[in-house]
């Protein structure tokens, strides 16, 4: 540490925290389906109980990115019934939003007891997906892991 004749004191900065995790689960395409359906059955709720609000793009945003991953995870396994498409934790409040737009506005209440149901699965899918890497299960690549060192040549 450095002190100036002002007083004022230079040292190190304290370290910064880690950033967070990105959590991930992996949705079957029935799945991913049924998330669609229900944010588009939330959006349609929304529009027409408060027209007021206009466009809002973030489902259609969140919808087109997911079918991306869907493409992605097909191209690595060419069997739907095997493929998972990766949904971030972070996503997950979407649905818990539809949830909420659907009671709110009074949507279909089957939906909304899907949507409860799906967001369970989220919840147990990421709870699974923990116990792997934190409890030492089955061996997992983890994105956060800096890479693995390779000895020179």
Known sequence: MTQTPHGTVYGTLPPRPERPRVEYIGLTLAEME???????????????????????????DLIGRLYQSAGAASVTQPDPDLVRIPV???????LEFAIRDIETYKGDRQTGRDARQLLNRCNALLGQARAVIHMGGTPVFDPDAPAPELPAR
């Open 34 to 60: 049924a998330l669609e359906r229900i944010l588009l059955h939330a959006d349609e709720c929304v529009r027409r109980a408060r027209p007021d609000l206009g466009y809002r793009s973030h489902t259609t």
């Open 88 to 94: 971030q934790k972070g996503d997950f409040m979407w």
